[in-house]
């Protein structure tokens, strides 16, 4: 098993070595990429399978000072790189941020501090979660990308070709997550998390654009500031605690509120929390695979994973509140911000974080039910936003646009891609699919912690994500009767990549009870020493089921029924005399007009000019509030 762990930690970065030498393009690095992404799945899968069939927790080594020597060498490389690219930009604040933490983190190595016969490597049921995330989603995301970089290239001239690098650091990506998740000790969690904060920075900056560049420094110095946060946690828990095991410091619970707080607001800045969200909404100027990965397998995951680790820590503290109001608050802004966007891959970012919010209040709540809500959560959102980032991507390269008013009638322009599209965004918010059922256990344990103001939130919120996917659910299958098909250009490892992610998502959703008795719940039980009743009753399974059913028999029996008759076509009223082509019509001034579809984005209300300054400042002013208090010493 520790071969197993080991080889899903190292063996990405060897692919990524490998393929940044492979400069040439061709059906050699295609393939050779396809084989790496096999190799990973297939021992990914077989290691959760493994660890399903031994069914505890497994630890795995103990004396590693030279991969510590080796380790902290890389950080040092890595904060040369920061230097590098923040002198040859002018963005000298980033060597700052970037000298303080890696600074702190070698005094307290060389200082011999650090040195515990600890387990560095923990295998638990969330660590296959998890693994399941990263390894299948990842791979996917890997293989779908060469056949939309291709398209990328030829769509995008004027951009240095770079795809060699592009693939590399997808799977550097990839590694780092698997070393982030199988770490147990702080100091290693704490260095894998940089690489994916600077694999981040590399990836929105890739086409080097004025505007990528940009947006590429805003989410390195919003992520160094959380990995500062995550040294000064490890500094204290060095120095006043002797010790740098995670799970050691969970089960000390609610006793030590100042390194939770500082992990808890790594984990912020991770998983893009107000006020840090402007980072993963700027990721949007990367290639589409770019905006999948972070969004969906890895860097946000990030952030979210180690709050819900840290939970039973923060049930009931200042850091508790901290997450939980944030999350919430988060939840609740970006929704109703997504409403006022009209450009897809936008609404899926502010979708993302809104998403993320309502993870991230599950796991300050810190009580069985709400954690139970926020893996699960966890895991429908990482399938279906993938899915719908890369089917976005795809469209964009056949249509030539990813804006919402672009896709009106799309169901029989591109039919495959739309019903793609549509399983992803049901997977979003309709039954039977775990996302709203995430949500309902959520308000269960909101309404039994008495947080009026969480349940507030939830309802409004939820309110707000039912109003912006319908509205693009709508456009897609909303037709005129004269609307053509247009080339679909979608390459089959695209296609492979879509329609796998389609079949997981459909997969989850059948299985989700069964995931839940077998992974979550015996993680659950495990973190609060508890044996707890299963949140999902049979009752609940039962209506789910019958929900399938009807899904499923509904569209099969309108079919039957309508099988060999023809439709009656209507011309349409359109406040005058239709000219025939159901687009066009003269009023009565005899003056020709067209008719248009659109959706109502209601800008002055929920626009970004509106909400987005007002929303930064109470979450930055409730962020300082909180830690000045931890800080002070307070106590709850």
Request: with cysteine; hydrophobic share 55%.
């Amino acid at each position: 098993m520790l071969g197993m762990v080991i080889f899903l930690i190292v063996f990405p970065f060897v692919c990524a070595g490998v393929l940044a030498l492979m400069r040439k393009s061709g059906p050699y690095r295609k393939y050779t990429l396809f084989t790496f992404c096999a190799i990973i799945a297939v021992v990914d899968i077989y290691f959760i399978i493994q660890s399903l069939m031994v069914d505890q927790t497994q630890e795995y080594l103990v004396e590693t000072h030279l991969l510590d020597t080796l380790m902290l060498i890389a950080e040092w490389a890595l904060f040369i790189l920061i230097t590098y690219f923040s002198v040859k930009h002018r963005k000298y604040y980033c060597i700052l941020l970037a000298l303080l933490q890696t600074g702190l983190i070698t005094y307290l190595e060389m200082t011999g501090q650090t040195q515990s016969h600890i387990a560095h490597l923990y295998v638990d049921k969330l660590t296959l979660v998890m693994c399941l995330i990263v390894g299948l989603i990842g791979c996917l995301i890997c293989v779908y990308a060469m056949g939309y970089m291709k398209d990328f290239k030829a769509h995008h001239s004027e951009f240095k070709d770079r795809r060699s690098f592009f693939f590399s650091m997808l799977f550097v990506f990839m590694g780092a997550m698997f070393g982030l998740i199988f770490s147990n000790n702080m100091i290693w969690m704490y260095f894998f998390w940089e690489i994916t904060s600077v694999c981040s920075f590399l990836l929105i900056g890739y086409n080097q654009s004025k505007e990528a560049v940009h947006n590429s420094f805003r989410a390195l110095w919003m992520n160094l500031l959380g990995g500062l946060g995550f040294a000064v946690a490890i500094w204290y828990c060095v120095t006043k605690l002797g010790m740098v095991n995670l799970q050691q410091l969970i089960d000390m619970g609610s006793l030590v509120v100042f390194p939770v707080i500082f992990l808890a607001f790594a984990g912020l800045t991770k998983s893009a929390q107000l006020p840090f969200s402007g980072w993963l909404l700027g990721a949007m100027v990367a290639p589409t695979p770019t905006s999948a990965l972070l969004h969906s397998a890895t860097m946000v995951k990030a952030g979210v994973y180690l709050l819900i680790r840290l939970a039973p820590a923060m049930y009931g503290t200042w850091a508790g509140m901290l997450t939980t109001t944030i999350g919430g608050f988060t939840f609740f802004i970006t929704s109703m911000l997504a409403i006022s966007q009209s450009d897809g891959k936008k609404v899926l970012a502010y979708s993302t974080v809104s998403n993320l919010g309502l993870i991230t209040a599950c796991a300050g709540v810190g009580r069985y039910e709400a954690v139970w809500a926020g893996i699960l959560l966890m895991m429908f959102h990482a399938v279906s936003k993938s899915l719908m980032f890369l089917t976005v991507g795809a469209v964009e390269n056949s249509l030539g646009s990813r804006n919402i008013e672009n896709m009106h009638g799309l169901i029989v322009k591109l039919p495959s891609l739309t019903a793609i599209l549509v399983i992803g965004i049901a997977g979003m918010f309709l039954a039977p699919f775990g996302m709203l059922i995430s949500k309902w256990a959520a308000l269960k344990a909101y309404v039994d912690t008495q947080s009026i103001l969480l349940v507030v939130f939830l309802i409004f919120g939820s309110a707000t994500t039912l109003f912006y996917w319908t509205k693009w659910l709508g456009s897609l299958v909303s037709v005129h009767h004269h609307s053509e098909r247009i080339q679909n250009i979608t390459k089959g490892s695209e296609w492979f990549a879509l329609i796998c992610l389609s079949v997981m998502m459909v997969a989850l959703c059948l299985s989700f009870p069964i995931v839940s008795t077998y992974l979550i719940e015996p993680f659950l039980q495990e973190l609060f020493h508890t044996t707890a009743e299963s949140v999902i009753s049979s009752g609940n399974v039962l209506i789910m089921l019958m929900m399938i059913f009807m899904i499923i028999l509904l569209p099969i029996l309108v079919r039957f029924l309508t099988l060999g008759k023809k439709n009656k076509i209507v011309m349409s009223y359109m406040g005058g005399a239709n000219t025939g082509d159901d687009r066009s019509f003269i009023n009565s001034m005899g003056e020709p007009k067209r008719m248009y579809l659109t959706n109502w984005y209601m800008e002055d209300w929920f626009g970004e000019k509106k909400l987005w300054k007002p929303s930064i400042i109470l979450s930055t002013a409730a962020v300082i509030v909180l830690l000045v208090i931890v800080i002070g010493g307070g106590t709850l």
